[in-house]
């Protein structure tokens, strides 16, 4: 049983096709002690049904000794960092698409303003962003 | 917001974190409601800010 209807896998094929623009690694690390990690398992389901809906983008996996597992990198045209810790399922979804497609353009819906104050920044920024998927 | 200011800054770095697999962390920021967004681990901020709460935040907010 896939964990996005066939419905929304069509839909969201059909989305990724018309905006992303240039490829994307979706690197999965999974926790390398722990084999039974149900989260681990059900972002690399999850991942292994979105990347499949685009030649775009590709999926990584490799094994992790930390203890910030599952976690999600998106690798393309970012200019920083961006990381889901955790399944990104539910309301988090379409988070995760919405990160796809912004890494693949390189560019987001944020104004000029903002875009010109955050290439003014001079120091790091760590920026953590704690939800649920429900 | 946060991924796209990260995609927009090389100086950025954003991370969602689910709190019920990651309880430690949320605890650490006490975490009671969702969203919550914490910068640099010393500014907070409880449910969504407009676009250029956000950026002020980011600009204005203290070294790691």
Redesign the interface.
């Known amino acids: 049983m896939p964990l996005i209807s066939l419905a929304d896998q069509e839909r969201l094929r059909t989305e990724l096709a018309n905006k992303l623009e240039s490829p994307v690694r979706v690197e999965l690390e999974r926790h390398a002690r722990d084999k039974n990690c149900k989260?681990c398992e059900q972002s690399e389901e999850l991942l292994q049904e979105i990347t499949a809906l685009s030649t775009t983008l590709t999926l990584h996996t490799r094994l992790t000794t930390s203890e910030?597992a599952?976690a999600i990198r998106l690798v393309g045209?970012?200019?920083?960092?961006?990381?889901?810790?955790?399944?990104?399922a539910g309301y988090?979804l379409p988070?995760l698409i919405?990160?796809l497609v912004?890494?693949s353009r390189?560019?987001?819906?944020?104004?000029e303003?903002?875009?010109g104050?955050?290439?003014?920044?001079?120091?790091?920024?760590?920026?953590?962003?704690?939800?649920?998927?429900t | 917001m946060a991924h796209q200011a990260a995609v927009e800054s090389r100086q950025v770095d954003a991370e969602v974190v689910e709190i019920t697999e990651f309880p430690d962390i949320a605890r650490r920021h006490g975490v009671t409601s969702v969203p919550k967004l914490v910068i640099n681990d010393s500014v907070e901020f409880l449910g969504s800010l407009t676009e250029e709460r956000f950026i002020t935040a980011l600009t204005l907010v203290p070294r790691q």
């Open positions: 989260p910030l599952p045209k970012a200019r920083g960092q961006v990381r889901f810790l955790g399944v990104p988090e988070s919405e990160a912004d890494v390189g560019q987001t819906e944020l104004s303003t903002a875009r104050q955050l290439n003014a920044l001079s120091h790091r920024v760590q920026v953590r962003v704690f939800t649920t998927p």
